[in-house]
């Protein structure tokens, strides 16, 4: 169990904090520090991740497209989203753990919306859930935090909304900078503890980091926000074709995926796998 934390982070740096929490993102935002988040959708890459030392491990709904092939996030399911965050949680030991309340389990009502914070909160073990919610939606991120529930939010491009944002759109351009900066105020004025930017211009995302007093996530916002999100398979080269411009791939596990699967096939085929080593004798 990690060491009981008063309400203030302590001054340790990230690497040596052992569990990371809210205060700990708080605390880089007003010492100009820098945080890290991935998305993690299993046990093992939540492990490797943890081990590596993302500060936040986000259960985004992205499972929709990156597990399940789905076109979009909207058929993902509050069900679908404990039972991958449960795995998320049991493979992590310092990490944050962020979870997406998915398409159509928060937007009825701030009734609904804690319901289902509540379940993924009870049911995970999670630290936080997110909300793809601005000014509309205030309210009931308001009710979730009232709850006691770590609230992220989430602006800019929300992929729940793709259709209403007509498509996959750069957002917070011209006049739209001075909504981002509405939506922005509201869910921090709400309790929000963090709030992702995606797919925001770069100015915009700088206006609403110097406005706030709470750290933003930038995915496809420049490089001024306090931390910054990326999807595993597209920073990690899983998944491939053509990527959105804000993704670096740090590697490329297709490729390396496929060429060791490919050795393995032609192993069985001429018998050269398994060797001696891998049977039993006896
Ligand atoms: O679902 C997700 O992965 C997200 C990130 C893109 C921020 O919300």
Redesign the pocket.
């Known amino acids: 169990m990690s060491a009981p934390q008063s309400g203030s982070a302590s001054a340790r740096p990230f690497a040596e904090v052992s569990r990371m929490r809210t205060l700990h993102l708080q605390r880089a935002k007003d010492s100009g520090e820098k945080f890290s ?1 991935l ?1 993690s959708y299993d046990v093992l890459t939540a492990g490797i991740f943890d081990a590596a030392g993302v500060d936040v491990l ?7 497209n ?1 597990v399940l092939g789905h076109e979009s ?1 909207l058929p993902v399911t509050l069900d679908q989203m404990i039972t991958f965050a449960a795995a998320v949680v049991r493979g992590t030991n310092r990490a944050l753990v962020v979870v ?1 309340l998915p398409f159509g389990s928060y937007e009825e009502s701030p009734e609904q919306a804690v319901r289902s914070a509540v379940r993924v909160m009870r049911e995970t073990g999670a630290h936080a859930v ?1 909300l ?1 919610a601005g000014e509309a939606l205030a309210g009931h991120v308001a009710a979730v935090v009232r709850a006691g529930i770590p609230v992220m939010g ?1 602006i800019g491009f ?2 729940q909304s793709e259709h209403a944002l007509g498509g996959f759109r750069i957002q917070g351009r011209g006049d739209a900078a001075a909504q981002l900066r509405r939506d922005a105020l509201a869910v921090q004025d709400a309790g929000c503890f963090a709030v ?1 930017l ?1 797919m925001v211009s770069a100015d915009a995302a700088r206006d609403v980091e110097q406005k706030l007093t709470i750290p933003t ?1 930038g ?1 496809g916002a420049g490089n001024v926000t306090t931390g910054q ?3 595993w398979q597209d920073m990690l080269g899983l998944r491939t074709g053509t990527m959105p411009r804000f993704v670096k791939q740090y590697a490329q596990l297709a490729e390396t995926a496929h060429d060791a699967v490919a050795q393995y096939v032609a192993e069985v085929r001429s018998g050269a796998f398994p060797g001696e080593e891998h049977s039993y004798r006896g």
């Not at 986000?58 to 929709?64: A, C, K």
């Open positions: 988040m998305t986000l259960v985004g709904d992205s499972l929709g990156t996030t997406d997110k793809e989430h929300t992929p992702v995606e996530v995915i999100v990326l999807v």
